[in-house]
């Protein structure tokens, strides 16, 4: 996969947030990347409200996903990341526990990482439902690439659909026609 000259990398991101206004936190998150030069926001998938995994003790989530192209290299991307979980107010206390936005990094072009601070593919992407509905929102060669089948909001794996309208990458900023639109080969 390529994108623009200026943004050849292709990733995709796992949003999720159960605090606050949990829709307004994801689009604020997608728009806060978008206005960063070195993203492009190339596809959004709908939003779904999932159920807590790990530490079920909280509120519902909201979850979705986007592809992005990006000039970023890995760990300055994570950079990124983390610095937009900070704006909105994202605070680590309890593992898997109520948060205003998480973003994970779930793919960066075909790139394998493991490292301190960031493993990529994201180490349990294939094991949650509430990732890989959203992610193939937006990865239509999602299920040639990871051989997991997951019904498609079917509700019995904890994952519903929350909007039925997709949010176009020209909301952020950015569109597919857009010459500054990274494309995937």
């Known amino acids: 996969m390529t994108g623009h000259p200026n943004l050849p990398n292709i990733a995709y991101l796992g949003l999720g947030s159960n605090v606050g206004d949990r829709e307004s936190n994801l689009l604020q998150a997608v728009r806060m990347l978008a ?11 709908k939003i779904y409200e999932t159920d807590p995994v790990g530490y079920v003790e909280q509120p519902a989530f909201l979850n979705m996903a986007c592809r992005i192209g990006t000039s970023l290299p890995p760990a300055s991307l994570l950079q990124a990341v983390l610095d937009v979980e900070r704006k909105l107010g994202r605070v680590r ?9 998480d973003i994970d990094i779930l793919l960066y072009n075909e790139l394998k990482l493991d490292t301190p601070e960031l493993t990529l593919p994201h180490p349990r992407l294939t094991e949650r439902p509430f990732v890989l509905v959203p992610l193939r929102d937006v990865m239509p060669d999602m299920e040639s690439r990871f051989p997991v089948k997951v019904d498609h909001n079917d509700g019995g794996n904890g994952v519903r659909v929350w909007t039925t309208t997709t949010f176009k990458p020209e909301e952020f900023g ?12």
Not at 175 to 184: F, G, R
């Open 174 to 185: 950015h569109s597919e026609n857009s010459k500054d639109t990274p494309k995937a080969d």
């Open 35 to 45: 206005e960063r030069d070195e993203i492009a926001v190339v596809s959004v998938s």
């Open 93 to 101: 206390t309890v593992r898997w526990g109520p948060r205003t936005i």
